[in-house]
Nanobody, 125 residues
Framework: QVQLVESGGGLVQAGGSLRLSCAAS????????VAWFRQAPGKEREFVAC????????GHANSVKDRFTISRDNAKNTVSLQMNTLKPEDTAVYYC??????????????????WGQGTQVTVSS
């Protein structure tokens, strides 16, 4: 079993930046495709970004594709989400998720098996 812990959330003004980290324990994160999701109060969970096991393929939701970047740091056993030019509508709890079997073709739309506890991101206007 892999355990996932998100960190790096906080309060930031519109236009600012945050870098979220998803740390894995119990397993090597490079063995898993990883995705970030977010959920705002009263709204459904929303896909944000995904990255393949090798790190060679990534995907980003249209709402964030020019502002957010997902990446791997295998030395730290983490996957990060760099968030720039933050907007109030980015306010949400951000979750990382991992799965050992999702292919590149479905890694942005598939059902992920393992989830972290979430980290709050609040963007003020």
């Amino acid at each position: 079993q892999v355990q996932l812990v998100e960190s790096g959330g906080g309060l930031v003004q519109a236009g600012g930046s945050l870098r979220l980290s998803c740390a894995a324990s119990g397993r090597t994160i490079s063995s898993y495709g990883v995705a970030w999701f977010r959920q705002a109060p009263g709204k459904e969970r929303e896909f944000v970004a995904c990255i393949s096991r090798s790190g060679g393929s990534t995907g980003h939701a249209n709402s964030v594709k020019d502002r957010f970047t997902i990446s791997r740091d295998n030395a730290k056993n983490t996957v990060s989400l760099q968030m720039n030019t933050l907007k109030p509508e980015d306010t949400a709890v951000y979750y990382c998720a991992a799965d050992p079997w999702l292919s590149v073709q479905v890694m942005c739309v598939g059902e992920y098996r393992y989830w972290g506890q979430g980290t709050q991101v609040t963007v003020s206007s």
